[in-house]
């Protein structure tokens, strides 16, 4: 029976089983070996999974609302596919356990902007660093980042089953992971690994962290600040774009943490929004002052921030 909840509702709940598809299809993709890597730009690669994952998110979104602008990183793509790409209905678990925050009850498609991160962390990808990769959907109103899901398709169970997916949304809260508190006796901070500079470095020795974890993937550090791995994620440079950090924002958020750009504004992910994130990303888990780490950031990195 289709679903009668409100469609914010539909649209996170379709998103945790659309993300569970395009998770499985990374993972054959993988499976059968042929990545098909094709160089965008410098250190900018995409697969036949990063393809693949976007056809079977985009058209699975836009049959079920048709109405909401979907913006994907990999660009227009054929929406032509395999009918078992297609989910045709949100995860009733969460349609069913879940109230609608208030404020979002009444929401009209052309109110919705999606934005589509088929697989974020594609050079992890291909070297092997599974763990990292992630699927990311975000859902935007009036411009900021309400919603999202991230789903990791190789996240290792404790029952040895592969795949996790965390949902968030402002005002109903999150799931699919308990999130833990970082300690209270370190300072760490999560990074770039493969897009650093010496911008991307002052900002983090004036932090003097006791401990910089080097990862890959937007959608994975934010996971590690949920975890409690870390205490904030730092990163002094332009690179990562607004579908990198729709869907982390939101759920960080949905969680008591904030992230920002590097001078502490919020992005805005209206349709019309410029794809680069140009000033960089700040992002700091509930219970650490996103003002006093802000405070610490060099003016001449924000200076460098704010003229990209
Ligand atoms: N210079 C860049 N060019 C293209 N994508 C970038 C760049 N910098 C960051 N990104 C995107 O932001 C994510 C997080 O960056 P980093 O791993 O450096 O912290 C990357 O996985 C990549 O997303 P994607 O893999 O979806 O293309
Ligand atoms: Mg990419
Ligand atoms: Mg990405
Ligand atoms: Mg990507």
């Not at 029952?159 to 949304?169: Q, V």
Request: charged content about 20%; proline content about 5%.
């Amino acid at each position: 029976m289709a679903s009668s909840a409100p469609l914010v509702m539909r649209v996170v709940g379709s998103s945790i089983k659309i993300a569970q598809r395009a998770g499985k299809i990374i993972r054959d993709v993988m499976c059968r070996g042929d990545l098909g890597i094709v160089e965008k730009g410098k250190d900018d690669l995409q697969t036949e999974a990063d393809r693949s994952a976007q056809r079977c998110i985009v058209a699975s979104l836009s049959k079920m609302f048709p109405n909401i602008t979907i913006i994907g990183e990999e660009g227009q793509s054929d929406l032509n596919v395999p009918d078992d790409w297609l989910i045709t209905e949100p995860n009733a678990e969460f349609t069913e356990k879940h109230d609608c925050p208030g404020p979002l009850a009444d929401l009209k498609e052309s109110e919705i902007v999606i934005w589509v991160d088929p697989l974020d962390g594609t050079s992890e990808y291909t070297q092997g660093f599974l763990e990292r990769v992630t699927v990311l959907i975000g859902i935007a109103v009036n411009e900021r980042a309400v919603g999202g899901v991230i789903h990791q398709p190789y996240y290792k169970t404790d029952t040895g089953e592969l795949g996790r997916t965390i949902w968030g949304l402002k005002g109903c809260g999150s799931g699919g992971m308990l999130p833990v508190p970082p300690p209270a006796d370190r300072f760490m901070v999560t990074t770039t690994r493969s897009h650093s500079n010496t911008i991307v470095q002052s900002a983090l020795d004036a932090l003097t962290p006791d401990d910089v974890l080097r990862v890959g993937g937007a959608g994975y550090k934010v996971l590690q600040l949920l975890e409690g791995k870390a205490h904030a994620y730092v990163f002094a440079s332009a690179g990562c774009k607004k579908w990198d950090t729709c869907a982390p924002e939101a759920i960080l958020e949905a969680n008591g943490g904030t992230l920002t750009d590097m001078l502490g504004r919020h992005y805005r992910y209206g349709k019309d929004a410029c794809f680069p994130n140009s000033s960089g990303v700040l992002g700091t888990v509930a219970g650490i002052s996103h003002e006093t780490i802000l405070s610490k950031i060099p003016e001449t990195v924000k200076v460098a921030m704010n003229k990209m």
